[in-house]
């Protein structure tokens, strides 16, 4: 049964039963920090060997966890750094960074029929553009990245931090995007005139009356055209190593053992992409783990009691200060330095009020969210250290949010992923 | 720093969630209360931008969402469309689904293709404006993020590069022209007293300075948190906390008042954990800093969009 009532899904029984966790959401609401706590507390909590692979972190983040300049190697997190964090570890903490230029550079080495053909591809000027730009190939190579890892079967837990996108749904589309752009009609159009014309280095006679080259070849030239053409054409030659790693990286995605955690703030952008991403994971059969509310206000901000308490000192500042004066505390001794600071007190509540009570009511629209896992209080620290992250992950694996409710036909997705 | 708004072309980029749109609406409505009529593109963004003025999404055709404020939203294939009927009088009734899918394939595979009709698009409005056959006194460009931005800016001297001959190539020149004028052009970079969004500005605003020769105009630097306590307040405010001071305070105001304390505390203790980053940023970067506070509003819609734009007024002494 599902309702305003029912118990959710912590983000303990996650971890516990699923192999990947892929967190996902905006720019700029902590989800590389939230990914981080999340992998410490797996290994600190439930231990065996966690990973946690992360795009481009802090650098003091990267520090605290020894990612600093060690490229795109795995790593483990000594335990000493774990105990001098606050942490006792049963399990093993590992992290990685995504280095997108080399991830790329072993992809092709791997799928190339020869050296010849790989040494070709990477000295191509266009290469090092195309693997930046085209196809969002950060997204891409993230998910191969993540289902290299995977398939190693090194570790218990793989948490992902996805790269910052325009739409955070690109990750889940590259996969496809690689399979069809390299399947596709477009490509063989582009590289025909080169293999019809007798391999690299034909002309474009023979095709100049079609519409498409007459355009192309007037919007950027013969040699440009060439240029591309040629590298597709060795391109081509690792289509089906692509193409079959693709399938098996979305297959991956799609697995039950695998899960994905949306992180947002209560503000009302990132907010509306997450719930966009959380009907969408849905929509794609894909199993929506849970949502972290990240750097929530304290709900007492909303408590009107406290209001009226902050009331008294901004309204009537003078006769409390008179009160305190009163008492002979030495810093307290001058009334109108302490009414002063007072008013100060109060108004720096009714601030923060504000703006808990702006997320209180962004939190009540959340209703039609599948499920939440878990709230984050803002802390007035950053993370950087592995105290502060110990700190996010008791918030994470904590008793989740009753207050906030779950939509009423989430059952029947549910029973299906169901932590076995 | 008053010269900001003369200028022709202002970009504005920013790490993600760091209220770049924010801020790009902010300064359109500030050009346009000084008089101008500002036209506010939006590349390939999600649509967004007109939220900040209460207004439902646009096209590629400008729309008023506030006077003298005129959106427009920028893809790349309504760039093409008008590029080719302008450029290469192609007939396009009916053909543009094709030839958009195939030029979407090179301009994916190509560096530079889809970036140069972005900032060709951008440029042609701001000449056609210097020579009086549009409207604008000002172009505000909602540019994208800082990791892709100098990918966008540098797009004509990529092109330039890479394709020998043909129309495109031979119109990076203007381009390269208008964008490297510090008169009519200015990159400006939103950031947030937090780490990475400083980082990632001091790292842009020295690539910017290497890699393009697009000029540099100011950093904005936003949700700046107050101060709440002066030095001589501090040891007040501390005393409160405690032991018979406190007595008083249940008396005064009530238990509830603990929780009051409580956000003063967090109000102090969020200030002074952005001071290093503040502080980092001005040791890194040599370029004007306008501060917009943090707004302790309820909605983010025009009416934050205008506190935003009055906060930047008084930083340029309008």
Redesign the interface.
Known sequence: MTGPGRPVVGLQALLASREVVVFCG????GKTSTAAATALAAATQLGGRVLVVTVDP???LADALGLDGIGNEERRVPDAVLRAGGCTPRGELWAAMLDTKASWDDLVRRHAPDEATAAQILDNR?YD??TS???QSHDYIAMERLYDLHSTGAYDLIVVDTP?T??ALDFLDAPQRMAD?FG?R??R??TAPYRLGGGRGARFVNFASK??YQ???????????Q??AE??LNFETMYSGFVGRARAVERLMQDRRTSFVVVTTL????L??AEFFCSELTARGLHLGGLVLNRVM?E??T?P??A???R??TD?PT??AT??AA???P??A?PV??A???R???T????????A??EA?LRAELARVPEAVATVP?F???V?DVRSLARIGECLLGAPLPSVRVRADAGAGEAEHRPR | MTDLLDRRLLFVTGKGGVGKSTVTAALALLAAEQGKRVLLVEVDAKGNLTNLFEHPPVGFDPVAVAPGVFVMQLTTEASLREYLKLNLRIPMVGRIGPIAGIFDFVANAAPGVKEILTVGKVCWEVRESIEGRAPWDLVIVDAAATGHVIAQLDAPRTIRDLVQTGPIRNQTEWMMTILSDPVITALNVVTAPEEMPVNETIELVARARTETDVPLGAVVVNRVLPEPFTVADEPVFAALGDGVALDRLHQAAGPAVDTVLDAAALAVALRRARVPHLDALRAGVDLPLLYVPYLFVRDHGLRATRMVADALGAELGL
């Open positions: 905006s720019g700029g609401v802090a650098r003091r266009l553009n195309l730009r085209f196809v910052p325009r739409n752009f596709g477009l490509l159009w582009l519409p498409f355009i192309a070849d007037r919007l950027l030239g013969t040699q440009f055209l240029d591309i590298f597709f503000e009302g952008a990132p509306r992409e304290p007492a901000f408590d009691a406290v009226a308490a902050a008294v000192l009537d006769e409390v009160a305190l008492t002979g505390v810093a307290l001058d330095a302490v002063r600071v007072l100060t007190v109060g720096s509540f009714q601030q923060l009020a504000v703006v009570t702006r009511e803002t007035a620290e950053d950087h």
